[in-house]
């Protein structure tokens, strides 16, 4: 595994190494030994999948909040998307900046969101379908999100935005006074 820092601190890629020979492809999706000095002493307490089947549907932009602040890592097993990871900590230079990189089983990439950053993407083939894995539990009382069109962000989303749930739809803007995430 090779780990690429980006401009926003604790968002990460990693590059996977897929094995591939005549009966397929073998990936190693995670390992504590060599996500070490990302993942530190935290442990993965939850592991989900989501599939979405539309073209240009958008799903976030998500985060818990503190106490139940989460790291995740995100990989896509089926199809290819824009994985979007945006900071949300108080006080960080790169507070409301956005980094984004396109995911596919095709180049074995996995985006590390830390906490304090909200995540979110965009289905770039039909029926694409991610896997998370998380450093906290789910918690209903700590959620949060951001509305994946707020004009204070300005994600660069590449197709028109097909698809959004009522629940991302609902996500308060920016500019009401959000001061940051204190993590």
Not at 29 to 56: H, P, W, Y
Not at 111 to 137: D, K, M, R, W
Not at 151 to 176: F, K, T
Request: charged share 20%; glycine share 8%; with cysteine.
């Amino acid at each position: 595994m090779k780990i690429k820092s980006t401009a926003i601190e604790g968002v990460a890629v990693v590059e996977m190494n897929p094995i591939t020979d005549n009966r397929g492809t073998f990936t190693r999706l995670f390992c504590a030994r060599e996500l070490d000095e990302i993942i530190g002493m935290r442990c993965i307490v939850q592991i989900n999948r989501s599939q979405t089947k539309s073209v240009g549907a958008v799903r976030g932009m998500h985060y818990q909040r503190p106490p139940h602040s989460e790291m995740k890592f995100v990989t896509c097993l089926n199809g290819r998307v824009w994985d979007v990871a945006l900071d949300l900590r108080a006080g960080s230079k790169t507070f409301l900046q956005w980094h984004s990189e396109e995911l596919a089983p095709a180049n074995s990439r996995m985006l590390v969101i830390p906490e304090g950053c909200a995540h979110g993407f965009q289905v770039l083939e039909q029926n694409s379908e991610l896997l998370y894995l998380h450093t906290a539990f789910f918690n209903t009382d700590s959620e949060g999100g951001v509305q994946p069109t707020d004009p204070l962000v300005r994600v660069e989303w590449p197709l028109p935005i097909a698809d959004l749930s009522a629940r991302d739809r609902s996500h308060p803007l920016l500019a009401g006074g959000f001061t940051g995430l204190s993590v």
